[in-house]
């Protein structure tokens, strides 16, 4: 069977963006706040899960429907990641490269 969504550029993207937000979560974050490290693993895995599902129906509309919530997921990330920064578990300059 072929899955054509690791076809998708968006998809290599969302994973090399988890990879490095792992990353950051690893090295800065999950010895601290056990909290803030599930909630952004979890939006982290939603962001590429959701591309691979929304890839699965054939329908044009479905799969913006499933991008969109993927989208959704890079915001509470991004959210998280500034949770981070105010709570001084990274600086600003690695927030602004997430």
């Given at each position: 069977m072929?899955?054509?969504?690791?076809?998708?550029r968006?998809?290599?993207?969302?994973?090399?963006?988890?990879?490095?937000?792992?990353?950051?979560?690893?090295?800065?974050?999950?010895?601290?706040d056990?909290?803030?490290?599930?909630?952004?693993?979890?939006?982290?895995?939603?962001?590429?899960?959701?591309?691979?599902?929304?890839?699965?129906?054939?329908?044009?509309?479905?799969?913006?429907?499933?991008?969109?919530?993927?989208?959704?997921?890079?915001?509470?990330?991004?959210?998280?990641?500034?949770?981070?920064?105010?709570?001084?578990?990274?600086?600003e300059?690695?927030?602004?490269?997430?």
């Open positions: 072929k899955f054509r969504f690791k076809e998708f968006v998809y290599q993207d969302a994973k090399d963006y988890c990879r490095f937000c792992r990353d950051v979560i690893a090295n800065h974050i999950a010895r601290r056990k909290s803030l490290t599930g909630q952004l693993d979890r939006a982290l895995n939603s962001i590429v899960l959701n591309i691979a599902e929304g890839s699965a129906d054939n329908s044009d509309a479905e799969f913006a429907r499933f991008l969109g919530i993927s989208m959704r997921s890079v915001y509470e990330t991004v959210a998280g990641f500034d949770l981070a920064e105010l709570y001084q578990y990274i600086d300059d690695l927030n602004q490269r997430i």
